[in-house]
């Protein structure tokens, strides 16, 4: 059976459900930041396994992809910050100890 | 050809994503999103999107690996581990069952595959397509001034008092 469109999309169907584990179960902040890479990367396999199957000569998908990374490469830059930031004032990136918002 | 190298890196990236959230250890769960992203590098030159492994690589591998590692080692939770918390068992309910319904949907529906060969060096009709007549130019300078907000940001954030 030759690889076509439906295998990439259940590798990105897989790696996304691994990610959206890792996002619910996590407590360490950095990790559930990691998994939402994972999750992330799975959408822009699907996304350029679209551009080759169905719209060869047209790429939409590729470019669409390029900028989910660069949306993607800003997240992790913010996301980082403010779990160091916190960190800082509070000694813990664990995610249950994050309630200064609740009242 | 094509198909075992894809099934190699298939596997290979499963494991991998499965890794980052099973390890104990954060520092080695980093480094096997690291690989992870390796992989899908790999995978989008199977897919024939040359210009996008190499972007790959250079953001994901280069970039946002370091941040990743850098948090991790400025914050000292690597010996607490990697602990789940009590959202465990609801957690994978809901991502099998959101796999069950990706997979039978992905299956399941007719696509309308192209028998058109895909172009071989894409750097060139990326580049047409983004910066060319009804193009994506206006979103390429939206990305710009996002990038640079975020990178006042991350400084302001990170900012000692």
Known sequence: MTVGLEHYLVLSGVLFSIGLYGVLAKRNAVVILMCIEIMLNAVNISLVAFSRYVVPVFLTGQIFALFVIVVAAAEAAVGIAIIMTIYRNRESVDVDKFDLMKW | ?161
Not at chain 2, 107 to 132: K, Q, S
């Open chain 2, 1 to 161: 050809m094509l198909d075992i190298v894809f099934w190699v890196l298939a596997l290979v990236a499963v494991g991998a994503a499965l890794a980052v959230v099973l390890l104990r250890n954060v520092f080695r769960a980093a480094l096997s999103l690291i690989l992870l992203f390796l992989v899908i590098a790999g995978i989008y030159i199977t897919l024939y999107a040359d210009f996008l492994a190499v972007v790959q690589i250079l953001i994901y591998v280069g970039a946002v690996s370091i941040l990743i590692i850098v948090a991790i080692m400025l914050s000292r939770d690597v010996l607490q581990g990697n602990p789940s918390g009590r959202m465990r068992v609801p957690a994978l309910v809901v991502s099998a069952l959101l796999l069950g319904m990706m997979v039978l949907s992905a299956v399941n529906t007719e696509w309308h595959i192209e028998d058109m060969p895909p172009l071989a060096p894409t750097t060139a009709p990326i580049g047409a397509r983004l910066f060319g007549d009804g193009g994506f130019i206006l979103p390429v300078q939206i990305s710009a001034v996002l990038l640079l907000a975020a990178v006042l940001g991350a400084i302001v954030l990170m900012r000692e008092k």
